[in-house]
């Protein structure tokens, strides 16, 4: 059963480096943020891991710590140097958890697993991949990845994705809305609605989060929908 003791004693370990680390981060990429993508990831996972249609069952521990740790090493957050080595970064952690839970993470390769979900958990790493066709077999065939990806893209759609584009743009002082002509249209949220979160639903990976997006997709077209309807009055 799902987490052991040993298990458990790692997964609180993270949690507390997550939440101590992030606890800087603006609204729109906080703890909050991270436990949703948790909960969303592990309900996708354990859905796979029931279904008799899914071939590869992804390994719960793996998808627990990636989502925990997703963000802590964000570009917009943390250091260069740090964003650009997430093993390095993460490897002194899971060395000291070893001895309190007898788990040894980075010997059986699942440190090094958590590592490389976490560097390419993100839309933006994803798009630059695929644009210079560096995406890999690892990239297509990873389900711990996609379980972290989806929940993490999920979060950036419907209600709590409308919140917390409405956030990021307080945050970087970008206006919601703006007339198409003025020069800050290009930045501002709706155009951010757009130019990414609409077309999140089409490159989710797994068919639990595929589910899960078709009620907030829609949320976001009635938004938008209102939104129009009020500007235009």
Not at 32 to 41: S, Y
Not at 166 to 192: G, M, R
Request: hydrophobic content about 40%; proline content about 4%; glycine content about 2%.
């Amino acid at each position: 059963m799902y987490p052991s003791p040993e298990e458990a004693t790692v997964i609180q370990a993270a949690e507390k480096l997550m939440i101590d680390t992030m606890a800087r981060y603006d609204p729109s990429h906080d703890a909050f943020h991270v436990q949703r993508v948790r909960k969303t990831a592990m309900h996708i996972a354990r859905t796979m891991c029931d279904s008799s249609d899914e071939p590869r069952k992804p390994d719960l521990l793996t998808v627990e710590l990636a989502a925990l740790l997703h963000d802590v090493l964000d570009k917009k957050y943390a250091s260069e140097a740090d964003a650009a080595d997430p093993y390095g970064f993460f490897l002194p952690f899971f060395q000291s958890v070893t001895s309190a839970s007898g788990l040894d993470l980075v010997a059986d390769g699942r440190a090094r697993a958590v590592a490389k979900i976490v560097d390419n958990v993100s839309w933006s790493t994803e798009k630059k991949l695929r644009q210079n066709k560096l995406l890999e077999d690892w990239h297509r065939e990873c389900v711990e990845l996609h379980c972290v990806q989806d929940a993490d893209r999920l979060d950036a759609i419907g209600a709590f994705g409308i919140l917390r584009c409405a956030a990021y743009s307080a945050v970087t002082n970008n206006a919601l809305q703006t007339p198409a002509e003025d020069p800050k249209h290009a930045a501002s949220a709706i155009q951010h609605f757009h130019d990414k979160l609409l077309h999140i639903r089409e490159r989710l990976k797994t068919e639990p989060g595929k589910k899960l997006a078709e009620k907030r997709h829609k949320l976001m077209l009635d938004f938008l929908q209102a939104v129009d309807e009020e500007y235009n009055l």
